[in-house]
C-alpha cells in the first residue's frame, strides 16, 4: 500500500479507481485535512485498506473487494499459472472476510467467482478485470437511479438528517443517501441537511460535512445526542440513510446510531428512508439477528485524536453497526424501485423481480 499522488488527479470524488493496473483508494482516514490516494498493487494491500477504512462504507469496500479478486488473480498466475485456481483460495477468503458486516463485498467475492469459474484456459486477469470494471459501473449507475427514484419523495424545502456517510466516498459516485440528498438538492428541495457527527470514527463530520459543504448544499453538524431534540425542534421531515446489509424480512444494518435515530423519527413524525443498491440485500439472511455486527477497538472510543480521554483502566465496547427492525422503515429505495412499509413478503417481490 504506497501513500502517494495519482498521477490524475481529479477534482470529483472519485473513492475507488483502477489506473495503470493498480488500484488507487482516496484515503478516507485522512479527510478533510488531507486529500491523499493509496495505490495497492497486491490483494493483502487491498485487505488492509478495507481493513484500516482506507476505503470504507458497503459498496466501496465491494468494488475494491472486487479488485483485490483481480490483484489475487495476477499474484495466483504469475506464481503459477497451471494452479492459480488453488493458490488464490487464501486470498479470496481474506478478501471475502476484510470486514463482516456490509454484504456487498460477499456478494461481489461471488460475482468475481462466478466469472472466475467461466476462464476455460490462461490468464484469467483481463476477465476478471472486466467484471470488476462492470460491477463499479453498475453501483454508479444504482446510484443515480435511487438518487431520482428517492428525491421524487422529497417535498420542497424539506429539513433532512443523515447518519454516517452514505455519500460519493462510500460508493462508485454519487452516493446512496447523499445521492438522494444531492438530487433533492438540485430539484431544488432541500432547506437545509442536518449531519449526525457519527462517533467514534466521526463520518458524519469528517466525510458527509465534506461532502456536502463542497457542492454547497447547506449543511450542519449535530452531535449524535443531539438528534431526538432536533427532530422535535427544527422540523426534521425525512431522515435517509444508506445500509450495509438488509435482511429477507426488511430489517436493516446500518452504521452504529441507525436505530436509535429510526425510533426518534418515529417517535417526532419523521420518515425513515433506506436507501440500498440490490449489493446490499442479503435474501441468505432471515432477519437483523443473524448478521454479523462488527466490533471494533476500544480506543476508537477511549482516544480522540491519539489523546486518551477515557480514565487509565476503563475499557469500551465498540460495536459499530446496528440493525433497525423494518417495522421503523417507511421507504426503501433501491435501484429497481420502491418499497414501502418493507416485510418479507415485499422483498420477496422484489428478489424475483430481479
Ligand atoms: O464503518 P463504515 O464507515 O464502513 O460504515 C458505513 C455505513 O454504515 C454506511 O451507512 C453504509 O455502508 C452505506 S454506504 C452507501
Known sequence: MNPASPSNPRTHVEPVAWRDGALWLFDQRLLPAVERHVECTTSAAVVEAIGTMVVRGAPAIGIAGAYAMVLAAREAWQRDGTRWREIWQADVTAIREARPTAVNLAWAVARMLETAAGVATGDPEPALLARAQALHADDLAANHRMGRLGAALI??????????????????????????????????????????????????????????????????????????HVMRTQGVSWVIVGADRVAANGDVANKIGTYALAIAARAHGARMMVVAPLSTFDPATPDGDAIHIEERTAEEVTMIGGQRHAPP??????PVFDVTPAHLIDVLVTEAGIIERPDRARLAMLATGR
Open 155 to 228: 417535498a420542497p424545502a424539506s429539513v433532512i438528517m443523515t447518519h454516517c456517510n452514505a455519500g460519493a466516498l462510500a460508493t462508485a459516485g454519487h452516493g446512496t443517501a447523499l445521492g438522494v440528498i444531492r438530487d433533492a438538492h438540485a430539484a431544488g428541495c432541500v432547506r437545509e441537511v442536518f449531519a449526525t457527527e457519527t462517533r467514534p470514527w466521526l463520518q458524519g463530520a469528517r466525510l458527509t460535512a465534506w461532502e456536502l459543504a463542497r457542492e454547497g448544499i447547506p449543511v450542519r453538524l449535530v452531535t449524535d445526542g443531539a438528534a431526538a
Open 313 to 318: 483502566g476503563v475499557g469500551a465496547y465498540n
